[in-house]
């Protein structure tokens, strides 16, 4: 899905990042590195149901899957081409 | 039962790591009743050491108050000691109600439930009024008592960025769907001191159709112009769903707290909440001492007017110094230091000075941005403010900070 990482690491920058932190890439450490904690991780399933129109499982919704931009993006695109 | 050295090594270990890793907490006794002038015992053994108290929560210098201490005595003797017995067994007095009568009427709530605690108010509420269906948006900031409280409610969570409305805004859409949606932050915010922007956050609520739950613990009895708290700063004094707050702090300091606001809401932490029914609430030598502290605050507003101008003393004070503070005008007043290591330096430095304040620094603030937390009380004089900032100024020369900025100091210290 072209755009994907992209859309994922902007909503990451914006939603989690202050003014002068340093700059994410797609294979940044997001809850093992301390920048979204477990609780904030929320809005961004939340953020991914809505735009890609898909229901991610809680069981699935891991600490883990969501700790970077790539592995995020395996995720969605696995349901989203369940839902194809 | 078993307790073999494996398991002792483990939790030695551990300690030793907290150690290392220079977040070891110490303990610092003090011999005399708590005040601005105390006798400190530190470290263990050493001699009593006579020094000026910057960094307690006794806002209004009640907690040793001689009107305070009597009202407890004859509380101790008409009521008793102990209760011996959770609420709703047979551990309810007359004056447990009266002191619910009176915060409710004293925040401009609808009804109070006490707690043993903030901690436990705060522990209890959400799970009491929120289910599954509901979400929480809580401020990035709140105190760690309300974080521990979100953990035990079924309800989602989601947080905002610290005091930015639009963020929380952008939630409350996100979160439209829910059934119930309650926004959650901390009145004052202790390690900063800034104030939430509660009239902000009340227009948010009622377009979105959000309660609102505010910590005031760092603002009952002394913020707003009587006192009252944050919502009456904002002027949102009625619109507030749920207020918890502490008698540990301004309200003569010693224990226990409370969830006020709307009767349905209350009711339901009488029915559900389980630090109200599985523990012993505030025992009534401790109620006895808060009605009269209610009834100091309700006849006169000197101590928090004496209040507003000692911070605003100590705050101007500090600034021509050249000390980097955070903003706002509270009696919470941070003196930046950014490095963990010299905020500890600089507290050593000033207890050798005589002046005990406290360096704060990661976890408990964020990284990078550690700080010596002062606390102004009504219980201070001028001469205790005057004598703190030619200590501060003495050991600002010390470390060369003084008319630095932010970055420079980092620069010189790292983060």
Not at chain 1, 35 to 44: A, C, E, G, K, N
Not at chain 2, 86 to 96: E, K, L
Not at chain 2, 209 to 232: C, N, Y
Not at chain 2, 279 to 301: D, H, Q, R, Y
Request: charge should be negative; glycine fraction near 8%.
């Amino acid at each position: 899905m072209e755009g994907l990482k992209d859309v994922i690491l902007q909503y990451v920058t914006k939603e989690y990042l202050e003014d002068d932190s340093e700059p994410l890439n797609f294979d940044t450490p997001l809850i093992s590195g301390g920048i979204v904690d477990s609780f904030s991780m929320v809005s961004l399933k939340r953020f991914l149901e809505n735009r890609y129109n898909i229901q991610i499982p809680d069981d699935k919704a891991t600490p883990e899957a969501f700790d970077s931009v790539n592995k995020i993006a395996v995720l969605v695109e696995e349901f989203v081409g369940k839902k194809g | 039962m078993a307790y073999p050295e494996k398991i002792r090594n483990l939790y030695q270990g551990q300690v030793k790591a907290i150690q290392d890793a220079g977040l070891f907490k110490q303990e610092r006794f003090i011999h005399s009743p708590q005040a601005a002038d105390i006798d400190v015992e530190f470290p263990a053994g050493a001699p009593l050491k006579k020094v000026i108290n910057m960094c307690s929560n006794n806002y209004l210098g009640l907690s040793s108050h001689p009107d305070v201490v009597k009202a407890a005595h004859e509380g101790l003797e008409s009521r008793g000691y102990g209760m011996s017995s959770v609420r709703f067994i047979c551990g309810t007095q007359d004056i447990h109600r009266e002191l619910e009568r009176r915060m409710t009427e004293f925040l401009g709530t609808e009804d109070t439930l006490l707690f043993p605690s903030c901690m436990d108010a705060n522990a209890g509420v959400f799970e009491a009024v929120l289910t599954k269906d509901d979400v929480m948006i809580s401020d990035r900031l709140v105190h760690a008592s309300l974080i521990d409280g979100i953990r035990l409610c079924s309800a989602m969570h989601d947080t905002y960025k610290h005091s930015d409305m639009a963020h929380l805004e952008e939630k409350l859409q996100l979160h439209a769907d829910k059934r119930l949606k309650m926004v959650i932050t901390d009145g004052v915010f202790s390690m900063d001191g800034d104030t939430a922007k509660l009239d902000e956050m009340v227009a948010l609520g009622e377009k979105y159709d959000a309660m609102l739950l505010v910590d005031d613990s760092h603002s009952s009895g002394f913020i707003g112009k009587t006192g009252r708290g944050t919502h009456e700063k904002c002027g949102v004094m009625g619109k507030i769903d749920i207020i918890t707050t502490t008698f540990g702090k301004a309200l003569g300091g010693a224990s226990g707290g409370c969830v006020s606001g709307r009767r349905e809401l209350v009711e339901m932490c009488r029915q559900r909440a389980r630090p109200y029914l599985f523990s012993n609430t505030i025992a009534p030598v401790v109620v006895s001492g808060v009605l009269k502290v209610m009834e100091i605050l309700s006849a006169s507003t000197e101590r928090r007017d004496k209040l507003e101008k000692n911070a605003a003393y100590w705050r101007k004070g500090l600034t021509e110094a050249g000390f980097v503070l955070r903003e706002g005008d509270t009696p919470i007043v941070p003196v930046m230091l950014f490095n963990a290591k010299l905020s500890q330096d600089f507290s050593k430095a000033l207890y050798d000075e005589g002046i005990y304040a406290i360096g704060f620094f990661f976890p408990v603030v964020p990284q990078g941005q550690a700080r010596i937390r002062t606390q102004i009380s009504a219980g201070h004089e001028i001469h205790h403010l005057d004598r703190a900032l030619d200590a501060f100024i003495k050991v600002g020369k010390k470390f060369n900070i003084l008319g630095k900025t932010k970055q420079e100091i980092i620069q010189m210290y790292g983060m």
